[in-house]
């Protein structure tokens, strides 16, 4: 299913992601109601949200009114979620707090750069390659994007046409008129980050592809083809993407099609990714469970959250992503559960070593369904397949190459009109009241 691409994540870092950061617990203004017994009118979340944004809170510039009715449902009477909330979104051509601020203005509340994942927000984990010389395609502001998320020594697509006029040949208007100089003081580049879409397609294939020839070095001529080329990592795979436009728009997904092909194509040999970031990989899921455990802590809120709702208008990646990490949870407490068993007779319950034993072991998580809206990319009157064990040959399968295609991975637990749609489905699962 494509999961080996997540070897490089760090599991050190995962544990400490489960043990909770350095913020203190802050007591939250009010509390909403809730799960609970009858008669008892005062409880706290024991479920949060994972929003997508294009497609479901917004159509381009546009807000989806549906958006903003959801949310007079999430917030109480001081303006405060009463459940927590992460936007998980595959967009990586922005900061962090942009993005946190475009959706604030959006909804009428306060989003905090905390609450927002941003395609690439995961490669935080990827340590072991923050010293390295890193190529960075895309646009918006991907070399800032990079040292928030730690790499410290980046070079762009700009800087290789700079310093290697003779490659960038498609644009008869920007071939140089002289021959320049031979550029010998440029570094070496030790690995590629692919944050989405550039502007000139035509420009990053070219580099890109000299650069994984040359084994970093776009101005040597080697006399065989390096394999495995170096380090390659991809945020955002969506194929599509809803814009305002009626009908699908070419999302970073696209421009991977081509680079794959045409690296196949030019050396016979496959394009190796050392991770895939971004939905539907887990370790994006993962990061939004360790944000969510976090925004817990910060509200006061003592109930750990047990269930996710994961909404979104894309199948072959909000809800492929949700269904996959919902199997992952499901695997996971089966294993924590048998573990348990076995450990019975064995631990004194009563001992120092069983109580971190359950601590470590409390599970915060159990499901994470997923809520399919039609607002976005997902066409109510394209179906999935009726019989499950149909082949791929089918269906036209729209995620990434490197992801096993299951019909059942797109099949959302709910199907909705809207977000807010959505949100009063969650609320009478969950017994919510709203105040």
Not at 178 to 187: A, K, S, V
Not at 258 to 267: A, D, F, G, Q, R
């Amino acid at each position: 299913m494509g999961l080996s691409c997540l070897r490089s994540a760090s599991k050190a870092a995962m544990s400490r992601w489960r043990r909770g950061g350095p913020w203190a617990p802050l007591p939250s203004s009010q509390r909403g109601l809730g799960r609970g017994a009858p008669g008892v009118t005062e409880t706290h979340p024991t479920f949060g949200f994972l929003f997508d944004v294009d497609g479901v809170l917004v159509r381009g510039r546009n807000v989806i009114p549906a958006a903003q009715e959801a949310f007079r449902k999430l917030v109480d009477s001081n303006g405060q979620l009463q459940v927590p909330v992460v936007f998980v979104t595959n967009a990586g051509n922005c900061l962090q707090h942009v993005k946190a601020q475009e959706l604030s203005d959006a909804l009428g509340l306060e989003v905090s750069p905390e609450q927002v994942i941003l395609s690439h927000s995961p490669l935080h984990l990827f340590r072991q390659f923050h010293e390295k010389c890193m190529l960075v395609s895309g646009q918006g502001p991907v070399e800032e994007n990079a040292r928030n998320v730690g790499f410290q020594n980046v070079v762009t697509i700009q800087d290789v046409r700079k310093a290697f006029p003779l490659l960038d040949m498609v644009d008869q208007s920007r071939r140089p008129k002289e021959l320049p100089p031979l550029t010998t003081d440029f570094p070496t580049i030790e690995g590629v980050i692919l944050f989405g879409e550039p502007v000139r397609w035509e420009t990053s294939l070219q580099l890109i592809i000299d650069v994984l020839l040359s084994n970093g070095n776009p101005g040597a001529d080697l006399a065989a083809v390096p394999y495995p080329h170096i380090p390659v990592f991809a945020c955002n795979m969506d194929l599509l993407w809803m814009a305002e436009a009626k009908m699908p728009r070419f999302g970073h997904g696209t421009f991977l099609v081509c680079l794959e092909n045409i690296y196949k194509k030019v050396t016979g040999r496959e394009l190796k990714y050392e991770a895939l970031i971004g939905k539907p990989s887990i370790v994006t899921y993962q990061y939004a469970e360790y944000l969510m455990k976090q925004q817990v802590e910060r509200r006061g809120w003592p109930s750990p959250i047990c269930r996710l709702y994961a909404v979104g208008d894309n199948p072959m990646s909000d809800i492929y992503g949700a269904n996959v990490y919902n199997h992952y949870l499901k695997a996971t407490c089966q294993a924590r559960s048998q573990a348990e068993v076995k450990s019975v007779g064995v631990v004194d319950p009563r001992s120092e070593d069983h109580s971190e034993l359950r601590k470590d072991w409390y599970v915060l998580l159990e499901s994470c369904k997923s809520i399919l809206v039609c607002t976005g990319v997902y066409n109510p009157h394209e179906d999935v397949p009726a019989d499950l064990h149909k082949s791929v040959m089918e269906t036209v399968f729209h995620g990434h190459r490197d992801f096993r295609f299951d019909p059942s991975l797109v099949e959302a637990s709910y199907v909705v009109q809207d977000v807010n749609e959505a949100v009063k489905l969650v609320f009478e699962q969950e017994n919510w009241s709203q105040e």
